[in-house]
């Protein structure tokens, strides 16, 4: 199916309502940018919204799904920024409040567990270093990746976001866990803090 065209795909998927979504982007039908089905004509005439926009992040979830076993996979490190990249933005992209989530590594870069540790409303979420550092102590991590959204659709770090970042990284230091990167995703974009000389 790698030679498919995106029509192709989505037929496959949606069937006859494929032809309502043809004007959208992939990003806008999967969520990861808002109001993704509110625009679309026909939609709500003959095919009811739901129909299509439960496929579409059924499909979404299932994808996030295959990238997060792939990710527990022994012979799989998360060795890769893009491949990070890609399951952060099916696990946060979209969403209409802020989450806080940490990918708890191995001593090999092997993930041990993804998972939200916070949310928030549209605009903030409260991070507790001491929650943080349980958890990752309970887990028995060596390193862990941090990732938060902004659902205002800007990527960039606030000054909030990197003063959060070196209190997480020196918490974690005292019981010999490293912070490898902390990523902002905004809709289709990921920042990554590591890539900017920020952590």
């Not at 209409?96 to 708890?104: D, G, P, T, V």
């Not at 959060?164 to 990284?169: A, N």
């Amino acid at each position: 199916m790698m030679n498919s065209t995106n029509r192709e795909l989505l037929s496959i998927l949606l069937g006859k309502a494929e032809a309502f979504c043809m004007n959208h982007s992939l990003a806008e039908l999967f969520g990861l940018r808002k109001n993704y089905l509110a625009t679309v004509p026909g939609v709500g005439e003959d095919i009811p919204p739901y129909t299509v926009s439960e496929k579409l992040l059924a499909a979404r979830e299932l994808l996030r799904r295959a990238l997060a076993e792939t990710f527990s996979e022994s012979a799989v490190r998360l060795a890769s920024p893009e491949a990070v990249k890609d399951y952060l933005r099916l696990f946060l992209g979209g969403q209409e409040f802020e989450s806080f989530i940490a990918l708890w590594l191995d001593a090999q870069n092997q993930l041990i567990a993804g998972m939200e540790m916070f949310r928030g409303t549209t605009t903030q979420t409260s991070v507790y270093p001491r929650e943080v550092v349980r958890t990752g102590l309970k887990l028995n991590a060596s390193a862990v990746i941090f990732a938060h959204n902004h659902p205002s659709g800007c990527a960039e770090p606030s000054r909030a976001d990197e003063m959060l970042t070196q209190q997480l990284r020196q918490a974690l230091a005292l019981v010999d866990i490293k912070v490898l990167d902390h990523f902002i995703v905004a809709d289709t974009r990921v920042m990554s803090f590591a890539e900017r000389g920020l952590i």
